[in-house]
């Protein structure tokens, strides 16, 4: 049995056109999807990990709305937008939050010229 999670991953380092290893101006995101295989399964989750390390990494319960992984791609593709979606969200509320702390502060400052 497999699980799936994808994430988003940033490579910093490429290949110029001799093949030595050079560090881009800017890195490229690429969406992969993590393969874990089914370690045990217990009454109530599984315990997933890679096989080939012999222990488990991370426990999932059988009934969760949130789950780190999926059993299939199209579910662990679903949960990857809902938690970008709801990373978002909260990054823009703390930029809302840094740009009205910045606004008041150069206010005072401002204000304390005039004085």
């Given at each position: 049995?497999?699980?799936?999670r994808y994430e988003v991953v940033y490579y910093g380092?490429?290949?110029?056109?001799?093949?030595?290893?050079?560090?881009?101006?800017?890195?490229?995101?690429?969406?992969?999807?993590?393969?874990?295989?089914?370690?045990?399964?217990?009454?109530?989750?599984?315990?997933?990990?890679?096989?080939?390390?012999?222990?488990?990494?991370?426990?999932?319960?059988?009934?969760?709305?949130?789950?780190?992984?999926?059993?299939?791609?199209?579910?662990?593709?679903?949960?990857?937008?809902?938690?970008?979606?709801?990373?978002?969200?909260?990054?823009?509320?703390?930029?809302?939050?840094?740009?009205?702390?910045?606004?008041?502060?150069?206010?005072?400052?401002?204000?304390?010229?005039?004085?």
């Amino acid at each position: 049995m497999k699980f799936y999670r994808y994430e988003v991953v940033y490579y910093g380092s490429a290949r110029d056109m001799e093949g030595e290893f050079i560090t881009p101006l800017f890195t490229t995101p690429k969406l992969e999807c993590h393969e874990y295989d089914l370690i045990k399964e217990t009454p109530k989750g599984y315990q997933i990990g890679y096989s080939f390390l012999n222990r488990p990494y991370k426990w999932i319960p059988k009934v969760s709305k949130k789950k780190y992984a999926y059993l299939t791609k199209e579910e662990a593709l679903n949960n990857y937008i809902k938690r970008t979606e709801r990373r978002l969200k909260i990054l823009k509320n703390q930029i809302d939050s840094c740009e009205d702390g910045l606004y008041l502060a150069n206010k005072i400052l401002t204000d304390d010229k005039l004085f």
